[in-house]
């Protein structure tokens, strides 16, 4: 199974930007969806974005037009531009691997740590 690292996370301020990035151990080539989920403490996780091929992206309705999910798999990354954050953004983020459409096999990073704040 691929291992997941995220990275990219950190401080912004109201209306900044930040460039999350889920690098594989392995190719991802073959993985069905990535995506990026975030949690904060006290509440359920959440999707924030996910790509099977450049047609088939879906966004969480809080950050459409806002955030922009990238799937690289010459790299084995995928991305997530965040723009416009805005305070309810902070959170944990973590990046995803779905194996397959149908079946349950995932792989879920470590996570990373996003504060939008002044």
């Known amino acids: 199974q691929v291992q997941l690292v995220e990275s990219g996370g950190g401080l912004a301020q109201p209306g900044g930007s930040l460039k999350l990035s889920c690098t594989g151990s392995s190719s991802i080539g073959s993985i069905y969806r990535m995506g990026w989920y975030r949690q904060t403490p006290g509440k359920q996780r959440e999707g924030v974005a996910s790509v099977v091929t450049p047609d088939n992206i879906n966004y969480a309705d809080s950050v459409l037009g806002r955030f922009t999910i990238s799937r690289l798999n010459a790299n084995n990354t995928i991305t997530l531009q965040m723009n416009n954050l805005q305070p309810e953004a902070t959170s944990d983020y973590f990046c995803?691997?779905?194996?397959?459409?149908?079946?349950?096999?995932?792989?879920w990073g470590q996570g990373t740590h996003v504060t939008v704040g002044s």
């Open positions: 995803r691997a779905r194996y397959s459409r149908l079946g349950t096999n995932e792989v």
